[in-house]
């Protein structure tokens, strides 16, 4: 059972003394003091996460969530429902981008039914902590039950517990769902009070038709079940999804555990607001790797206070961004602990 006070409080600030000797030692490399930009900022925070000036680097993974949603039958999307449990089948056979992304960066993809609308064949890759098959249709009513967001959070939160006991350091949120921008598109606007058309986006690639009717289906979602924007797990049960939930609980999981958790796009940011607003302190244990192409998602970043490191133009979810910006945590940590200082290499300092 979750108990989500404890879990608050097990939540520590960064460690400062770690950043303060992180960037005393930034300031000794063979290099203009604060030149190499982010990637000295991703070196402090990574100090800050592991309390020492020089961690190691650890295993890598990104938890894709999948779950499906009621919401589809309003015609949200492009695809057809029916294309979460087939792709959830491509991610276990290593065929989909995230799964490509993550071998060229030594990561392990960690595919989670947390809700999938679709009895799932026993998979040794596939962990399976399925809430119910699917969420209720947010534009007739709540998403799921308050004891059900409870449980796919608490899910989340114990995936986490068990990566980094085996020794995972470095997580990526990713999910997969049909439909899953039009539930993220209403927690923004539910969370920050933002306007429908603001938010909500192309999603899979519908036309002008599609997006207007999903603009309409998002501020039905809202009128409908009246989200509270002072009650997080209420608003995340009414208007979110499962698979949304479960990353609230793999971000609040990386930061009582002292990891640091890359955000990927649309639906992992809407995940991670909700986290910032359940627990503040876990906001520094974030790292935002791209700016995606669905509208709403400068302003997620901005209501959470992120800044992506990178601009891509995309817009595929499924951890794709975040598994993509490994590479430049790593070479944040390399620089630290490979790169030479004045005072080994003989160079003069300013």
């Known amino acids: ?30 290099k203009p003091p604060g030149s190499l930009g982010k990637l000295e900022a991703i070196a402090r925070q990574l100090a800050g996460i592991a309390g020492q000036v020089l961690p190691e680097s650890g295993r890598k993974a990104v938890i894709v969530m999948a779950g499906d949603h009621g919401v589809c039958e309003e015609g949200v999307s492009a695809f057809p429902a029916e294309v979460t449990p087939q792709m959830v089948l491509n991610f ?41 098959k699917g969420t209720g249709n947010i534009a007739r009513g709540p998403a799921m039950t308050l004891a059900e967001a409870e449980q796919a959070v608490a899910a989340g939160v114990e995936l986490v517990d068990e990566l980094a006991a085996q020794g995972v350091r470095l997580l990526a949120t990713g999910e997969m769902g049909i439909g899953n921008t039009t539930p993220s598109a209403a927690l923004l606007c539910a969370l920050t009070g933002l306007a429908p058309a603001q938010a909500v986006g192309r999603g899979t690639g519908i036309d002008e038709t599609g997006w207007l009717r ?87 970043l901005e209501a959470i206070g992120l800044s992506p490191m990178l601009h891509m133009d995309m817009r595929l979810g499924e951890g794709t961004g975040a598994v993509l910006a490994f590479s430049l945590v790593e070479a944040a940590g390399k620089i630290m602990r490979e790169m030479a200082t004045f005072a080994s290499a003989g160079v003069s300092q300013a």
């Open 92 to 132: 276990l056979n290593g065929g989909a981008a995230v799964n490509v992304l993550a071998r060229h960066a030594g990561a392990e993809v960690v595919c989670v039914d947390i809700g999938v609308n679709a009895d799932l064949q026993q998979h040794p890759g596939l962990v399976s902590r399925k809430v119910r």
């Open 214 to 300: 999903k603009i309409a289906v998002v501020q039905q979602a809202l009128e409908v079940n009246a989200p509270d924007a002072d009650k997080l797990l209420e608003t995340l049960a009414q208007v979110g999804g499962l698979e949304i939930a479960g990353l609230v609980g793999v971000i609040l999981g990386a930061a009582r555990n002292r990891c640091l958790v890359v955000i990927d796009g649309f639906i992992s940011s809407a995940a991670a607001l909700v986290a910032s607003r359940i627990a503040p302190l876990c906001v520094p244990y974030m790292l935002a790797s791209h700016l995606s192409q669905e509208q709403g998602h400068a302003r997620l």
């Open 1 to 30: 059972m979750l108990n989500m006070e404890e879990l608050i409080a097990a939540i520590l600030p960064l460690d400062q003394e770690a950043m303060a000797a992180a960037s005393a030692h930034l300031d000794q490399l063979t």
